[in-house]
């Protein structure tokens, strides 16, 4: 009885450190586990998904969000590199590296047997005053200064497997992020109105910024024109084949004059749909896709390549917030309002060939909204989407910019700063334990990182430390599961 009371104290005790340090060595795992794909010199990741899709990347939050986690403190991980790349776009690599360094820390003062609530409130003043110092060393950006907003985005890109392309994708991505807003008002960019459009064939060095729009796939017409010039652009939302009726039925025809009756009807039908569409001035028409029935029926594509009128069918819905806006249009969604007030105008749709896949190029769009397409190019899967990925970064590097006109050295370099001055700054403050020590990847050379031109947005830096301690003291608080 004795010796169960002894015990039973100890353990109750035990319990909230056992799964604190569970939670910690989770996290740190996570750290680990990505920790070599940061920077310049990062490795890159093989991810086989279930489905035998495979991914290779160094982007972190493409890592962590696709390799199956179990572990809740681990989970905690991988939602702050989304929660990262939500805010900045940027670092998703470094929050969870930081965070896990922060974690290791934590745990050396934690056997020492200090509060987990006094290193909590200790972080967070840490975290506080490295804002305030990366705040103190930025230098502001003007949105019209190219040449910094270029450096930026190559940053982000040299450490990707694209980066022997980055002197031609990142003044791709600057060009594409200030077409799209105004930047004397504009205080954050919506990267929806930067169409990211990812075509197989070629290599990375044959993406192009396109002002205007770009479709996927060919037009249906089978003898129907390949280009238009000083085109009438009509997007339609109502299909072009004969109706069907609310409830399944089976017609049964039993003698050829009723056959031909019927055929005689649906003709009819869709003449008068294309008679008024030609009657309005159209010559280019985008029909949504349709679950229901096909949204143009072979009939109908013959009648349209005969009053030479170019189809471009199957766009999908989520696309048509896109094109209403790159176009200056409306969706019309009955015949009745298919009028020459709602088309759209542009100086040339073509059908464009590239490799063994075409495409449908719109250009010279009259009254376009603020909007651009990228055509992304790749000779296999595999490099298409990180090219894809590492263009994204790029974009949201410049839209940190946009955001936070603020510019930092990159390469470690404020980090280190914040390092040596919180280690001055702890040596004045009483009462409160301040240990923070930031990792670093294995030293190259000492240089002028800002003379190397590596530079980085100071909002990825400063949402990376204030996102990092706040999950670290998150999994500091935490004594039962």
Do not use: W
């Not at 990375?204 to 002002?211: G, S, W």
């Not at 294309?274 to 009939?299: E, F, M, P, Y």
């Not at 013959?302 to 999908?316: A, N, P, R, S, T």
């Amino acid at each position: 009885m004795q010796l169960e009371d002894s015990i039973r104290p100890t353990k109750i005790i035990s319990k909230p450190g056992d799964i604190r340090t569970s939670n910690i060595n989770a996290a740190k795992a996570v750290a680990s586990a990505i920790r070599t794909s940061l920077g310049p010199r990062g490795m890159d990741k093989m991810i086989q998904a279930s489905n035998g899709e495979v991914t290779i990347t160094n982007d972190g939050a493409t890592i962590l969000n696709q390799i199956n986690v179990t572990h809740p403190a681990a989970k905690m991980l991988v939602e702050l590199s989304k929660a990262q790349d939500i805010e900045a776009g940027d670092g998703t690599t470094s929050v969870v590296v930081v965070a896990g360094s922060l974690l290791e820390e934590a745990e050396k003062l934690l056997h020492r047997g200090i509060h987990p609530t006094i290193i909590s409130d200790a972080f967070r003043l840490a975290a506080d005053k490295a804002v305030e110092i990366l705040t103190e060393i930025s230098q502001p950006v003007e949105l019209t200064d190219k040449e910094s907003l270029v450096k930026s985005a190559s940053t982000a890109l040299n450490s990707k497997v694209v980066s022997q392309h980055s002197n031609m994708l990142a003044p791709l991505a600057v060009e594409a992020v200030l077409k799209v807003i105004d930047p004397v008002k504009d205080t954050n960019v919506d990267l929806k109105d930067i169409k990211v459009i990812r075509q197989l064939g070629g290599t990375v060095e044959d993406t192009e910024l396109i002002d205007g729009l770009v479709f996927t796939h060919k037009s249906a017409g089978v003898n129907g024109p390949r280009k238009v010039e000083k085109a009438k652009i009509g997007l339609i939302q109502f299909c072009i084949s004969p109706p069907k009726t609310d409830m399944d039925h089976n017609v049964v025809v039993s003698d050829y004059a009723a056959m031909d009756r019927v055929l005689k009807e649906e003709r009819s039908y869709i003449l008068n749909i294309i008679k008024q569409i030609k009657k309005s001035g159209c010559n280019v028409l985008l029909v949504q896709k349709s679950i229901l029935r096909d949204a143009v029926s072979d009939l109908a594509i013959h009648f349209l390549d005969k009053v030479k009128i170019m189809v471009i069918k199957d766009i999908e819905r989520e696309d048509i917030e896109f094109i209403c806006k790159t176009l200056s249009c409306r969706p019309i969604a009955s015949l009745d309002h298919f009028l020459p007030d709602h088309l759209a105008s542009a100086d040339l749709v073509e059908e464009v060939q590239t490799g063994t896949s075409k495409f449908v190029k719109v250009t010279g769009i009259q009254n376009p909204g603020r909007t651009v397409t990228v055509l992304v190019r790749g000779s296999n899967k595999l490099v298409l989407e990180e090219a894809a990925r590492s263009l994204h970064d790029a974009l949201c590097v410049i839209r940190c910019l946009v955001k936070q006109r603020a510019l930092i050295a990159g390469g470690g370099a404020p980090e280190t700063e914040v390092c040596l001055r919180l280690g001055q700054y702890a040596q004045t403050v009483t009462g409160v334990i301040l240990q923070i020590f930031l990792s670093s990847t294995q030293l190259g050379a000492i240089t002028n990182i800002l003379e190397e031109n590596v530079v980085q947005p100071l909002l990825v830096s400063i949402s990376a430390i204030t996102l990092a301690s706040e999950t670290v003291r998150s999994i500091l608080k935490i004594d039962d599961i």
